[in-house]
């Protein structure tokens, strides 16, 4: 289990959970299945696991939780001890609200932000569900990137104004690609300053390590 002020899980929306099951499957070995513990409708959700442990979720694009017309996506989690106290600290230091601290059932209490820089995050303050519990190696998440115009700035948000260690995160400048954060999943031998940005036939990107 990740403890609070670190990363903790994603979800990965879809507007097709088969093909993007193929997807993850063939790319890292994850298999994408029913969890009979969740309480999401099969129908329209999913977890993808590997070597016993659960690495994400998916989550359908059709089933009404997202508007229409929203881009494939992944939403990252970091652990928090009070979502709402970290969610009202996020806004008032210049973050906007998505989604106001709600409980999923007893899964945990869910909050979502958008930072002053452009990334939206999660806030996962966890109940009967923690997320991640693998120990990083080859074919899991190992690290998380956030980036940004104003990196140092975003690196003080998190861990100044929020009080998140987020020890597992780098912040860098952004390139080419829009603000946000993106999972790192370690794949081979690569020195781990050594990033390959992937994108899958469904839209996800992720870099490999």
Known sequence: MRPAGEFCWMDIKTPDLDATGRELDTALGWECVVDPDDHRDPATARKARFEGHWMAGLSSLHSGACPPGTEPHVGYY????????????????????????????????????????????????????????????????????????????????????????MTGAVFSTRSAEPPGWTAVIQVGDRPCTTFASVRLPSGHRFLFA
């Not at 998505?98 to 109940?127: H, R």
């Not at 519990?133 to 104004?161: D, K, Q, W």
């Open 78 to 165: 970091v652990a928090v001890d009070d979502a709402t106290r970290v969610h009202d600290a996020a806004v008032a230091a210049g973050a906007t609200s998505v989604v106001p601290p709600s409980p999923i059932g007893d899964l945990g209490v869910l909050a979502t932000v958008v930072d002053p820089f452009g990334a939206a995050v999660s806030l996962w303050e966890p109940g009967t569900f923690a997320g991640w519990t693998h120990a990083v190696g080859a074919g899991t998440p190992r690290r998380m990137v956030h980036t940004s115009i104003t990196p140092t700035t975003a690196a003080g948000f998190y861990r100044g104004r929020l009080g998140l260690s």
